[in-house]
């Protein structure tokens, strides 16, 4: 089945210690997302790849940086995370940009 | 940006129960999406709707664009239809943003 895979499902860090997030999608779809949703909120939008385009939204901290290879892969490099980035992050694809949006099962961080 | 308001916060029910969840937005949208996330916290897609009527099993929703609202409808719930329901509004030319959900607790 075509679907949206993210590994791992749960990391655990250490404060300022860097961690990658990888996202992967059999649907080739041509927009890849990532998402951070912490505890009882909404999911709120970090960046997202038009084709090879990045797209950054204005609050997104500078220690969050992404890496597309290419169209099936994903990544989210946390460069020194914080206790305030524990949270599970989502990744969603879509083929273009307001159309659908299909998500991955999440990774749940713990930063210690 | 687009604002997103969903209503209510939280709705308990006992098993057999219809709902009504509502979702405002605040400007013309051409993208909205019903989502569940479920107790693991996957986000599963229920509808793509940005006007009309859709219905899929139990579950059915209605988007009204010209009066910026959203329903989605549960009938004969169960407790599997537990967990957090999301709607996600996006603007011809923006990002889609989520409302803060409604959560929903059947009880046997």
């Known amino acids: 089945d075509a679907m949206v895979i993210q590994n791992p499902r749960y990391q655990v860090t250490q404060f300022g210690k860097p961690v990658t997030l990888s996202c992967s999608q059999t649907l080739n779809h041509n927009v890849m997302y990532w998402y951070q949703q912490k505890s009882s909120q909404a999911p709120k939008l970090l960046f997202h790849y038009y084709d090879k385009d990045f797209n950054n939204e204005a609050d997104t901290p500078d220690n969050f940086q992404s890496r597309r290879p290419n169209t099936s892969f994903c990544f989210l490099d946390i460069r020194s995370p914080g206790l305030g980035d524990a949270a599970m992050y989502l990744c969603?694809?879509?083929?273009?940009?307001?159309?659908?949006?299909?998500f991955g099962p999440g990774t749940r961080l713990t930063v210690l | 940006g687009i604002q997103v308001e969903q209503s209510p916060p939280d709705l308990i029910l006992q098993e057999g129960a219809n709902s009504t969840l509502r979702c405002n937005f605040s400007d013309s949208v051409n993208n909205l999406q019903w989502f569940h996330q479920n107790p693991w916290g996957q986000l599963i897609n229920l509808f793509y709707i940005p006007s009309g009527t859709k219905q899929n099993g139990r579950l059915s929703a209605t988007t009204v664009a010209t009066e910026r609202y959203s329903l989605l409808y549960i009938s004969s719930s169960q407790t599997t239809d537990s967990g957090v329901y999301f709607c996600a509004a996006a603007p011809p030319t923006g990002k889609s943003t989520f409302g803060d959900g409604t959560t929903l607790t059947v009880k046997p």
């Open positions: 969603a694809t879509s083929r273009g940009g307001t159309v659908t949006q299909y």
